[in-house]
């Protein structure tokens, strides 16, 4: 009993200190939850936000299975553009119609204005010489004219070209002309030792080489065929070979080019 008695002594004691803070306290409570009702008892009750949320979505709509209608384009009618300024052109004047011929007159016609082009006359032959001349001495022909091909001299050991004949004969046969002409030049040859040249005119010239220096006519002399002219020498020291036989070089141009001089002799 006695501890019972301690323990109220000491709550009141409590209250008494501080009691008053604990009593007002409790009112200040009581006063906010009576205003609190109060103040919320006539406002309408508060809804559910999720409720708020489905009320507010748009109903919806069921699937219509009503099939779309197709649409045919509609054909539109083309723009009209309207036309634009041009420039006045110039106004070209046909020419002329060209009156045409029939093709049988057209052709007369070519034929008198075109005239055919001349035939190309074709190449006339050469004429072949009339053989006028005499050998100027009697012998076989030893070496023959040839432009065309190589021939071998034995004296110069070479091959060359032979732009007359060479007429076999023994030293100091008289040589005589082979026709009519005039002496135009006597000289001593490099290779065919002492010349006769005589000029028979139309640009035909005959040379007699390998002659003795001392000859039988003049410059300018007027000669006859068969005349003499000189005599065979030793004078061509390109056909001193011991094998050489003693010949004649004989040789004729027309217009300053080697012919062949048997196409001009007789015999």
């Not at 009576?34 to 999720?50: C, I, K, Q, R």
């Not at 708020?52 to 384009?73: C, D, F, G, K």
């Not at 030793?234 to 141009?253: Q, V, Y």
Request: charged share 20%.
């Amino acid at each position: 009993m006695m501890n019972q008695s301690s323990k109220v002594e000491r709550f009141l004691d409590f209250l008494a200190g501080r009691g008053f803070y604990i009593i007002l306290g409790l009112c200040v409570i009581a006063i906010g939850v009576s205003g609190y009702a109060l103040l919320f008892s006539g406002s309408a009750p508060e809804e559910d936000p999720a409720l708020m949320l489905q009320n507010t979505r748009a109903p919806a709509v069921e699937a219509s299975h009503t099939p779309i209608p197709r649409l045919t384009p509609q054909p539109t009618a083309p723009a009209v553009i309207a036309p634009q300024e041009t420039e006045s052109l110039p106004v070209i004047k046909p020419e002329p119609a060209v009156p045409t011929l029939p093709p049988a007159e057209t052709a007369q016609a070519a034929a008198t204005e075109l005239p055919s082009p001349a035939a190309t006359p074709a190449p006339a032959p050469t004429p072949t010489p009339t053989p006028v001349f005499t050998r100027p001495v009697n012998g076989e022909i030893l070496r023959d004219y040839s432009m065309d091909e190589l021939v071998y001299h034995k004296t110069l050991g070479v091959w060359r070209v032979h732009a007359g004949i060479d007429i076999a004969a023994m030293a100091d046969t008289v040589v005589c002309a082979a026709g009519d002409g005039k002496v135009v030049d006597i000289y001593d040859d490099p290779l065919y030792g002492m010349t006769v040249k005589i000029d028979h005119g139309d640009g035909l010239m005959s040379m007699y080489s390998n002659l003795r220096e001392r000859v039988s006519v003049v410059i300018d002399q007027l000669v006859t065929q068969g005349d003499a002219v000189g005599t065979v020498g030793e004078t061509a020291i390109g056909e001193l070979d011991e094998s050489e036989d003693s010949h004649l070089c004989f040789s004729m141009t027309l217009d300053g080019k080697p012919v062949d001089p048997k196409l001009y002799m007789t015999q």
